[in-house]
């Protein structure tokens, strides 16, 4: 499975960015996608997650209100729609996917910088 994520840059805080993971290859099966994030210096942290459904998301709290995240099952992307930009959401954001809570597989990450 390969994940490609697109869609990072810089943008003020305040305003917004869509990202978008594309997934390929032995997709069957796949059940749940994710979004990572890590700053620099910090470990690696959960942003969402949703379901191959779209029934059920999660999401951090420190973007819930601002961040919403959504499927396309029969393109196999992902997309996370991201508003009210603060500085501290400024990281690499990464693309996670696999079956329920054992998610192996990793996009190679896109940079989202959001200046204040």
């Known amino acids: 499975v390969q994940l490609v994520e697109s869609g990072g840059g810089l943008v003020q805080a305040g305003g917004s960015l869509r990202l978008s993971c594309a997934a390929s290859?032995?997709?069957?099966?796949?059940?749940?996608m994710g979004w990572y994030r890590q700053a620099p210096g910090k470990q690696r942290e959960l942003v969402a997650v949703?379901?191959?459904?779209?029934?059920?998301?999660k999401y951090a709290d420190s973007v819930k209100g601002r961040f919403i995240v959504s499927r396309d099952n029969a393109q196999n992307t992902m997309s996370l729609q991201m508003n009210s930009l603060k500085p501290e959401d400024t990281a690499v954001y990464y693309c996670?996917?696999?079956?329920?809570?054992?998610?192996?597989?990793w996009g190679q990450g896109t940079q989202v910088t959001v200046s204040s």
């Open positions: 996670n996917a696999g079956y329920g809570l054992v998610r192996p597989y």
């Open positions: 949703i379901t191959s459904g779209g029934g059920s998301t």
């Open positions: 290859g032995s997709t069957f099966g796949i059940n749940a």
